[in-house]
């Protein structure tokens, strides 16, 4: 399954709801954090310590959806449920979320 859905800036501005203050904060969270967030996420997969993996996906898959990415959310939850179980059938597609998300926050 190849991953297609693109994020959407207005969907952030949809969710601060005409507060700009809101949706700079909004934006500088996921520009600040998320790189972060996928380094150490990376890591602990990479260590095979697949809870805190899980834990790093849980605060992921709500960067995910602040982008109104429907696909991308569902993904990040059954992978978040997958880790703690250790699996990774998803594993591939969530790296090609963050991917895409990545590309698209450097553009901000």
């Known amino acids: 399954m190849k991953y297609s859905e693109e994020p959407n800036i207005d969907y952030v501005k949809d969710i601060a709801n005409g507060d700009i203050a809101f949706e700079t904060q909004l ?13 150490e996420f990376q890591q602990n997969f990479d260590s095979k310590d697949y809870l805190r993996a899980a834990e790093n996906v849980h605060k992921l898959k709500h960067k995910i959806n602040i982008f109104g990415l429907s696909k991308g959310y569902i993904v990040a ?5 997958e880790l703690k179980k ?16 990545e590309n698209y926050v450097k553009t901000l």
């Open 77 to 81: 939850t059954d992978f978040e449920k």
């Open 27 to 39: 934006i500088d969270i996921i520009r600040n954090e998320l790189p972060f967030e996928i380094k």
């Open 86 to 101: 250790s699996s990774f059938s998803n594993y591939i597609i969530f790296k090609e979320i963050l991917l895409t998300i």
